[in-house]
């Protein structure tokens, strides 16, 4: 494959940046944030948003790196990946979009003593699937590259801004109450639990058909 020139290094960062901030989605992280940190005051909230970007960019890291070599291991195929992901987003989608009779989510509420900056904040919905086959299709394009270090250097900087627009999104959520107040946040919250859902089900879909065409299934559409 053709290497990665100095002057390459730029589009590829902005490139990796956009491709990561887009799949991250804040604007579909936030009403779950706010859903699940309402009853913490503004110091403790930024405590949990800072933390949920930490190990999101710790996932990446490690999946930048390993991600390949941990598939491969467990022989995994990233359609697999899709697939999984996929029904893990759409359940999510579901509880956002129409909340149990109590008024309550179990996944949105585990509990006092969850980690909720790990789960669900950073995995899946900041660091989903999505976010796993980008981070693998990017070191994929960068492999055996004569200038493969700058790359990854790139890449790395595309990942570490775009978890830190993730966070500075979270870090002002608080004003977001005060400005819609809870029914306007209830209200966002069920439409981004709609297209978290259809995203969901899209990346299932995606997943499956690749699985198909990969074992020789001729699909037409």
Do not use: Q
């Not at 902005?14 to 009853?39: K, R």
């Not at 796993?132 to 801004?161: N, P, Q, R, W």
């Not at 639990?193 to 995203?199: I, L, W, Y």
């Amino acid at each position: 494959m053709p290497a990665h020139s100095p002057y390459d290094l730029l589009p590829l960062f902005l490139t990796s940046f956009t491709t990561l901030l887009a799949v991250i989605n804040p604007l579909e992280v936030l009403p779950v944030f706010l859903s699940i940190t309402h009853d913490k005051d503004e110091s403790a909230r930024r405590r949990v948003a800072i933390r949920a970007a930490v190990y999101t960019a710790a996932l990446i890291l490690f999946f930048l790196f390993f991600g390949a070599a941990v598939l491969k291991i467990f022989g995994v195929s990233l359609h697999m990946v899709r697939i999984a992901g996929g029904i893990v987003l759409t359940r999510i989608g579901f509880e956002l979009f129409t909340p149990s009779r109590s008024g309550e989510s179990s996944f949105l509420d585990p509990g006092p003593d969850a980690n909720i900056a790990f789960m669900p904040l950073a995995m899946p919905l900041m660091f989903g699937p999505g976010v796993i086959a980008t981070v693998l299709g990017m070191m994929a394009t960068i492999e055996k590259s004569d200038h493969e270090l700058a790359a990854y250097a790139a890449i790395l900087g595309a990942a570490g801004f775009a978890v830190l627009v993730t966070l500075l999104c979270l870090v002002f959520a608080g004003r977001l109450v005060k400005w819609l107040g809870r029914t306007g946040i209830d209200a966002v919250t069920r439409i981004v639990g709609f297209f978290v859902s259809a995203m969901g089900v899209s990346l299932v879909f995606d997943g499956v058909m690749g699985a198909l065409i990969t074992y020789g299934v001729r699909v037409v559409l």
